[in-house]
């Protein structure tokens, strides 16, 4: 085979893995709500249906961190102006710390989202 088609080949493999993420299942970044998945409030956790309850009722909140606001940095939710949303923890039985749980609500709780893994991935709560 030319050199020149061997280096073709090999930019193409080396780039594959990249184009792939474009349209990994669980990456949903800029599209946002597109691509998120559902979740209904009888299928979350009892922490996190006690945490939504709290927010509904505002408070009070077991951490000082709860009401903060949640920045999006990693634009897994659709786009707003920062102060949309804001995240409360969802206490995780037998962490010593907050723990990777949150709910996250937006729009003065126009819409709730639940995460178990720290922001990585986002179900949209189903009321």
Not at 5 to 20: C, D, E, N, Q
Not at 54 to 80: C, H, M, S, T, W
């Amino acid at each position: 085979m030319p050199a020149l088609h061997m280096r073709r080949l090999f930019l193409l493999l080396a780039l594959l893995p990249f184009a792939t993420l474009a349209f990994w299942p669980g990456d949903n970044r800029d599209k946002g709500a597109r691509y998120v998945a559902e979740i209904p409030v009888a299928q979350l956790p009892i922490e996190a249906r006690a945490t939504l309850s709290l927010i509904k009722q505002g408070g009070p909140f077991p951490y000082a961190r709860d009401g903060i606001v949640f920045g999006n940095r990693e634009r897994r939710l659709p786009a707003q102006a920062r102060g949309y949303y804001r995240e409360y923890t969802v206490p995780t039985p037998g962490s010593g710390n907050r723990g990777a749980r949150r709910i996250i609500a937006g729009g003065r709780g126009a819409e709730y989202w639940y995460t178990a893994d720290h922001y990585r991935s986002f179900k949209r709560v189903k009321e």
